[in-house]
Each structure stands twice: as structure tokens, then as C-alpha cells.
């Protein structure tokens, strides 16, 4: 927890990943994917001590274990995972202070909260502490083992932290996409902060990403950065170099390139009239398909410090802000989609690794259509079967289109259809997909459901819910959750499909924007009310799909339209057992429709149930 707030909300809770040395406590923050970036550093020589702290009254499980790192006027709070997790850090921290001139001979016990410590109510924040520290036991048992600090999850890779008395390599953010053309060169992602290694001649940098991997990339591409090892930066700091500010551009003039670019979603951020206040500018056809709609919202700051467009969504930096907000419309007319002043020298269909040649893809029939897209059987490299899915012209923009396919690059699971490439050269464009010979579960239940043994319509249900436990530990959320968006392959294993819809989100929320259309009959009572999508509303999708799959493909609510299915269900009313479900299957359906979101089980603990119901066979 940043020692610059006043207490322990849960927004300024927030994980981190700590690496010490012997010099230096650096910390690193979590952003999109896998990605990291530093947010702060502390010598360990300025740090006087490092002791357990006494938790909140009634503290959640993941805050029961507080310690605390006092160094020159600050203390920072962390929360370890569990007791022995806190005394590896405190003892490993020991191990490297314990040389420390100034360390301290008393310490707080208590949080600073509303500008006093907890333990003895003194309001000034580097007061001496009032307990004893009795750091000697510390000492003893750090000197009495070899300490190794708590391992990081494998998928953690960052640049090896250089013994240099704790200064901070130069850092370099990349303004735009590279993908390497030759080898030595390295592959950028617009945003994304690399270290510099050396200047080179003809204008090429050598950089070293967050794997480790070094090699050369264009300097038109990337420029340094300052880094600061405080807590905060300058909003202009943070945000002059994204291409979706503008500076000083008139309301006029922002409106006129919004109409101009047309795209829904389309943005930038611009200074207001007020030194030091911006506004977001969005287009949208939400609410009128002809000519569009372009809407003002002013970025606001509350008192700590916090930036929002919507006062339920605050947050420590503007591009933190628009990072949510291009993932979640969260009241917004609608989502964040492109900036609308591109300069990317790259061009914009490039898809790297995922770009495929079309002239290796032959289209042979069409499988399937829906409101969108066409789904064709195709043969790639001549004797490769795959799924071609294409666009309807004038149903759905390429950059929709491509979106898709760039959340299928994102996700790899063996219940998850796979993603092959795409092509996006020239229209109509292609996502290539592997070929699932037996086709949409929905038509497969209806047309082969009376063949199939009960414990193959249980296997299917859990094949849908371990992708989505995949999709929720990755946050991501589908929103079109159904049986006619999975599909069968030829072992009769079924695996999800359809991402058209699908969202990553920061907070297991999405609130969908104006004239967002969704599947009434797969909704949950929050979707219906407030589009309002999570993780538990996928979880209420899969509840209908079981039903889906009982009934071998019936339409839910078969006798009733949008309107009355809406009424019903907030009324309390829920789908009937079929008549193939048994009890117990029934009751793992109803658990999915609990009126309240927070009541539903999260997809691991229905696997686990459906595991349970196979191992039993029910």
C-alpha cells in the first residue's frame, strides 16, 4: 500500500512484484498481460526498520499477514500471502539491513490511518516509535540459515536487476509496434518500457526487453524516459507521448477529427481551458447511426490524488485510466476503442508471427452463418483442413473484426478453439481457426443428442466450464457464453468458441455501452438490468448451456419473448430441470442462478462439483 494514502481501500491495495538485492528493494507494477512496470525503488541502506504490523480489525484473508519497511520519512505497507511468506521477507531483509548505521531501537506496531498511528495515536508520521524493536532475534535468525527469498510464479521473467548501489538502468518506452524483420533485431508493443543497453550507429537502439531478450530496434520507435523511483509522477510526464493526446486542441477542431476518422470509439485526450485539467473526447454511433454522436468527459481528481471518468473507477495515473476505459466502457458511451490520431509507421493490418499468406488458404464450403461472419471449411498449404471465419461487409468493422482475433492470440488452452493466423491484407479478412469436424454444439445436441450417454453430456458441460476457469484466471470474460458459440470435435470433446464479444477486464467488471445488444435468454439479472458483465455473469451463461445440453439443444424460455423472459427472471422465476438432468446436476445448474452475483461459484469450484458428479457418475 502507498504510504502517501490514508487508508487501506481496496483500490490502493494492489499487487506488486518485489526483487531485493543487496542494494536496493525494487518493486514492479502489474499491467496488461504478463507486462510489468517499475514503480518504485528503495536503498536499503536509508531503510531503520522492518517488523510485522497488527492487522486491521476483521481484515480480509489476503490482508491477515501486514509488515512494514520504514525508510527515510515513509513507511510502506506490504501483505504477505501467509506467516511463514512474512518471515522469509522480514528475515531476508534483515539479512541485507543489518549493517544499517541508523536502524531504529523502537518501531509502530500500529498503521498510520488518518494521519495517526494506531498503536499509540501520535500525529506526527516519523514520530519515534513506541515499541521496543527487538531486532536482534531477527538477526540471529537470519544469520542462522541461508535465506532465499520466496520464489516467483514461472511465468514472471524480468530483466536481470543489475549490484550497481541501486542506480536505476535508462529506460526507453516504445512508441509504436515493431515486429524484428531480421535476426538481432527485437520485436516492441507500443507503451511498453524496455532498457536501454546502447545508442548505436544509423539511428538503431540496442534494448533488452522483460524476458532478457536484447537486440535492435529502430529510435524512431522508442524514446527515453525519466524514471522516477517516487510513488508518483507529473500527469504531463505520463501522458504526452500516447498517441491518443492531442495537447491543446480545440473543442471544435476534436470533433471535426473524431467525424472526420468516424470510428466507433474513436478518442483523444486534450487539455481543457484550465492549466492542468484534460478531457477525453469520444465518437460513437450509439445513439445516432447516421451521424454519430461525440461526447466531452472531463477527467477529474478526487482528494487523494486519484484520476476517474466515472467516480466508481479511480485510479493513480491518465493512462491507467484510459487503459481501463479502452477494455470497459464503465458508463461511457462506449468503450475506448482506437485513438484517433494514429501515426503508428507501421502498417495497421501487419500481424507479425500470426500473418498468414493467402494465397496458402483455399476456401472450399461454407459451414455455418451467423449475424456477423461467414464460417468456411478451408485447406491450408494444400492438405492442412481449417475454420475460416470472414466478415460480412457493412456487419462489422475490419478493426472489430481483427479485435477478435487479436483476443484468440491472447489465449492458448486445449478448450479454447485454436487460433492458426489470420490475413488481413486485403478484404474480406480471414481468421483462420482449427477445423472441429462435428460442428456447433447446438445443432450436434439436436440432430445426434438421443446417441449420447449421460456421462458424454456431463463431459461436455465440464469441457465448456475448464475453458472458462482458464478465461477467468487469465480476466477475461466471454459475454456470449452459449452452445451454439462451442463446438464438437471429432472425439466428441467440446471447446469454446466465439470471441467476438468476449473482454479483458481489471476488475472482473464490464459495463457494456449504450445500445449494446446481448443474449437476453443467457443473461443474468445485473446484465439485464445494467449490462453489467463479470466473470459471475459467464458463470450464469453456463448454467443456461448446461440446461442447453440436458435438453438436448431446446431454446431456453421456449414459450416466452425478450420482454417476458426479462420480467420472469427478476421475479425470481428459473429455467425447469430436463428431464435427462438429475438431481444433483440440477442443483449445480441452480447454483449458477443466484440472484446475487457474489453467491454463484466461481468456474473452478463447478468443476470441481462436475468432476465430483463424473467421479460419482450422476
Known sequence: MS???????????????????????????????????????????RIYWVEKVEPEKNAPVERKFPFQIAYDESILYMFAKDDTDRMDWLE???????????????????????????????????????????????????????????????????PPIPEDEGNACVEVVALYDYTAKKPGELSVVKGIRYVSLEKMSGDWWKIRDMTGSEGLVPSNYIEEVNTDDSLSCSVEDDIENYPWYVGNMSRVKTEQLLREKGKEGSFVVRDSSQKGVYTVSL?????????????????????????????????????????????????LLTRLRLPARETSPTPQTAQGMWELSRKDVRVVKELGSGQFGVVQLGVWKGEHQVAIKMVKEGCMSSDEFIEEAQIMMKLRHPKLVRL??????????????????????????????????????LSMCLDVCEAMAYLEDQQFIHRDLAARNCLVDEDLSVKVSDFGMARYVLDDQYTSSVGTKFPVKWSAPEVLNYTRFSSKSDVWAFGVLMWEVYSLGKQPYEHYDNTRVTERVMQGHRLYRPQLATDQIYQVMKSCWHEFPEERPKFHQLFNDISALIDNKQ
Open 3 to 45: 504510504q502517501q494514502k490514508k487508508k487501506i481501500f481496496p483500490r490502493n491495495y494492489k499487487e506488486r512484484l518485489f526483487i531485493l538485492t543487496s542494494q536496493t528493494l525494487i518493486y514492479y507494477e502489474q499491467e496488461k498481460g504478463n507486462k510489468r512496470r517499475k514503480k518504485g525503488s528503495i536503498l536499503t541502506d
Open 92 to 158: 531476508a531483509m534483515m539479512q541485507v539491513i543489518q549493517g544499517n548505521d541508523k536502524l531504529s531501537a523502537k518501531y509502530h506496531k500500529g498503521f498510520w490511518v488518518d494521519g495517526v498511528f494506531l498503536c499509540c495515536g501520535q500525529a506526527v508520521r516519523n514520530a519515534p516509535g513506541c515499541c521496543d524493536w527487538h531486532k536482534e532475534s531477527l538477526k540471529l535468525r537470519a544469520s542462522s540459515r541461508n535465506i532465499t527469498l520466496p520464489p516467483l510464479r514461472e511465468r514472471t521473467h524480468l
Open 283 to 331: 465518437f460513437s454511433r450509439a445513439l445516432d447511426e447516421v451521424n454519430g454522436t461525440v461526447r466531452h468527459y472531463l477527467i477529474n481528481v478526487n482528494a487523494d490524488g486519484l484520476y476517474y471518468l466515472a467516480e466508481n473507477h479511480l485510479f493513480e495515473s491518465i493512462p491507467q485510466m484510459i487503459e481501463y476505459h479502452q477494455h470497459n466502457g464503465a458508463g
Open 420 to 457: 492458426y493466423g489470420v490475413c488481413t491484407e486485403c478484404f474480406p479478412i480471414y481468421i483462420v481457426t482449427e477445423f472441429m469436424s462435428n460442428g456447433c454444439l447446438l445443432e450436434y445436441l439436436r440432430q445426434h443428442g438421443k446417441e449420447l450417454q449421460p456421462q458424454r453430456l
